[in-house]
């Protein structure tokens, strides 16, 4: 026969025959192990190559879906910003708001340098007061005049004391006022000034123009205008719908008479192992 005939697929029993038939011999078994070991590299290389590709393909899988999780985590830090953009922008001060802060905070200074040098005076002043009184004393003077004389510089020197405590106070509240306006400007630098928005112009009401921050220019007047400004902007419209109660009876707000009635208790020894 010219043609060959096609390769049947053999049973399991007939290549088990083959199998121990090839290894019987010495040569047999060296031709089965020889060949094992050129068919493994071909198999091994086919087998690197399909993880190979395999790999390739999941690596572009794992790129493409960490790009896609860049770009939307981008897209949603851009959000946030434009978020935060606008609610910085919508809680902004209008008007002169940022100005009254900086003019609050600079006549606040300004009232607490005025005040320790006024302070500082009264105290050299209730100084030469005892001292004269010390030498009137000594030269003979009515004692119940030269001991009125100590017990009034005693009081100036407790009433000092107390306005220290205050000046300290209110230079707490001028530090925590150019804290807040230092982080508004750096917040308005970050951000800018939002669109269609123009920067609050120089406050022109009286008595605000100058530089409320020097103590030479700073006068009562002035610290007046500041207060009565900040009530009248404070002060409700007069179109409101509002309706507000008329107060029966006018109620001055004042110092308690009973504030310092402790202190007063005090004998003047005691007063000044405290506040001298």
Known sequence: M????????????????I???????????????????RNRTADTQMLLAAIERL??????????????????????????????KTEIA??????????????????LDGIVRTTERATSEILEAAEHVQEAAWTLREEGAHEGLCDELDRRATEIYTACAFQDLTAQRVTKIVHTLRFLEGRLNAMIDIWGT????????????????????????LTQTDVDCVIL???????????????????????LIGPNPDAFADIDALDTAEKLRRFT
């Open 19 to 37: 199998e121990f038939a090839v290894m019987e011999t010495a040569r047999g078994r060296w031709f089965l192990k020889e060949y094992a070991q």
């Open 55 to 84: 790999e390739g393909v999941v690596t572009s899988e794992r790129q493409t879906q960490s790009m896609d999780r860049l770009r939307f985590d981008l897209v949603e830090m851009a959000k946030a910003i434009t978020r935060t």
């Open 194 to 217: 939002p669109d269609g928005e123009e920067a609050s112009p120089a406050d022109a009401r009286p008595g605000l123009s100058r530089d409320l921050g020097t103590t030479e220019s």
């Open 2 to 17: 010219s043609e060959s005939k096609a390769l049947t697929p053999i049973s399991d029993a007939d290549y088990e025959a």
């Open 90 to 107: 919508s809680i902004r001060p209008s008007d002169h708001a940022q100005t009254d802060l900086v003019v609050a905070s600079e006549a």
């Open 229 to 251: 400004d900040a009530e009248e902007a404070t002060a409700p419209a007069p179109d409101s719908d509002v309706a507000f109660a008329e107060p029966e009876e006018a109620v």
